[in-house]
């Protein structure tokens, strides 16, 4: 979701706030922090007015995620056609975390482990817009990335399956560097189990050893099983991301 800025000034009269212009596998995105315009501006329509001079420039499938809404929010990118779609909060907490887990995970094989990965990812997330129908090709575009690191991808096997597996991410560039649990996921056979809070603490483990302070993950608001995991273990609401579109 995230993607090369582009500063309004390029784009139309407004201000200095950004809005960010990129692309996923489902069309543009579309990124912005409401609460930079409302430094500006009190109301929506200063933000408003530069997005639709974006939204002018571009066609096809189009998805807008808007950082810290508000009411005026809503109603200004209604005017727009825009529609809520969800929100996505972003949590955090400082490492390392007060909960320990023992459980036994080992570090992602490139090369082996890309098939019995996608296939209890897509089980698992069968019903998530962005997180299904993964495929190995997917996979290993990730691993050529420089922040990937087989090390923080954390796998955990039972009964000779892929149970489940918890990826992490590091952000260097975040002040603290901030370790995110980027993915995580049970195999449906193993729900029940409690391996979904034993993975996410294997993770964040695992992010604490390489000395990071801070921990981070993106979670949609209605998950409320997760949502109320993630808070059991410390974690907050820092921002809430609310994605729109036509």
Not at 10 to 38: C, F, H, K, M, Y
Not at 113 to 124: G, K, L, M, P, S
Not at 146 to 166: N, T
Request: charged share 25%.
């Amino acid at each position: 979701m995230r993607s090369a800025s582009h500063n309004v000034d390029q784009v139309t009269n407004e201000p200095s706030p950004l809005i960010s212009v990129g692309g996923d596998r489902d069309g543009t995105v579309i990124e912005l922090d409401a609460s930079q315009w409302r430094n500006y501006d009190h109301d929506s329509s200063a933000m408003t007015l530069a997005l639709q001079r974006v939204l002018d420039k571009l066609t096809g499938a189009l998805s807008v995620w808007v950082d810290h809404p508000d009411e005026s929010t809503n109603s200004g990118l209604a005017r727009l056609g825009l529609q809520f779609q969800r929100d996505l909060y972003r949590m955090q907490r400082s490492l390392p975390m007060d909960q320990t887990t023992d459980i036994e995970t080992r570090s992602f094989v490139a090369g082996r482990d890309e098939q019995a990965w996608v296939e209890v990812n897509n089980r698992a997330f069968a019903w998530h817009r962005e997180q299904s129908g993964w495929t190995v090709e997917m996979v290993i575009k990730r691993e050529a990335e420089d922040w990937f690191d087989p090390d923080g991808f954390r796998i955990y096997e039972k009964d000779g399956r892929l149970a489940a597996y918890c990826w992490t991410k590091v952000h260097p560039d975040e002040d603290p560097p901030a370790g995110e649990v980027y993915v995580i996921a049970v195999d449906p056979d193993f729900h029940g189990q409690g391996l979904g809070r034993a993975l996410t603490l294997a993770g964040y483990q695992h992010l604490a050893a390489q000395g990071l302070t801070s921990g981070i993950l993106y979670v949609d608001a209605d998950n409320t099983t997760a949502v109320t995991l993630y808070k059991d273990l410390g974690l907050v609401v820092d921002v809430t991301r609310r994605l729109y579109a036509v």
